[in-house]
């Protein structure tokens, strides 16, 4: 048997002795962190699968054998989805991991489409709701519905240009004696591809 700490186990151990060092709250956050931690993303993956299989019978979407994959890419996007679900807690992105899982089986995953999907999975652990309701406003053609001077939505539209999802572009509108700058704003292609793998 190997005594040995993972490096894992030694951050887990140094992030509860930090939060037991917390004035006042210390122990019971740790307490509250660590003591349902690991049971929280156990049935964070049971609910998911157990949903997913329940969409799946509802929708029947053709489904492609495993032997049209890239078997080891398949497995790698699994790995780093399920480690998205286990951290996840949006019911909203929680739906969108299930489309993105569909989509995955439904069309072959091939090492020519494997980054492209490693990156649309990616971003989707990484986005928040906000930024997920701000594309889907571009994507519908709707963005006069956003609030541009809400500082929130101004942030979540600067990370969704800086991923490729948004493109903006500026252009001076010359008149008599002045030229001020408009700036557009669209969703790009990559940022429509994003949408229509991970939520249709």
């Not at 053709?62 to 890239?70: M, N």
């Not at 494997?114 to 990616?122: G, K, W």
């Amino acid at each position: 048997m190997n005594d040995k700490l993972s490096t894992k186990e030694k951050i887990e151990i140094t992030i509860q002795s930090g939060l037991q060092m917390v004035p006042y709250v210390g122990g019971p956050l740790a307490t509250a962190y660590f003591g349902t931690k690991q049971e929280k993303r156990f049935k964070r993956l049971e609910s998911f699968y157990q949903e997913l299989s329940e969409l799946i019978s509802k929708l029947q979407p053709q489904i492609l054998p495993v032997t049209e994959h890239d078997e080891k890419c398949l497995i790698a996007l699994i790995e780093r989805l399920n480690d998205a679900i286990e951290k996840e807690h949006s019911d909203t992105k929680r739906s969108m991991f299930k489309r993105f899982f569909i989509n995955s089986l439904s069309t072959a995953t091939i090492e020519a489409n494997y980054d492209e999907r490693q990156i649309f999975l990616d971003a989707l652990a990484e986005i928040t709701v906000t930024e997920v309701k701000v594309l889907l406003e571009y994507y519908n053609d709707k963005p006069t519905n956003l609030d541009l001077s809400n500082p929130v939505i101004l942030g979540a539209k600067a990370r969704l240009e800086m991923r490729g999802f948004l493109v903006s572009k500026q252009h001076a509108i010359t008149t008599t004696g002045i030229s001020p700058i408009n700036t557009v704003t669209r969703i790009s292609s990559f940022g429509k591809s994003f949408v229509e793998f991970c939520t249709q």
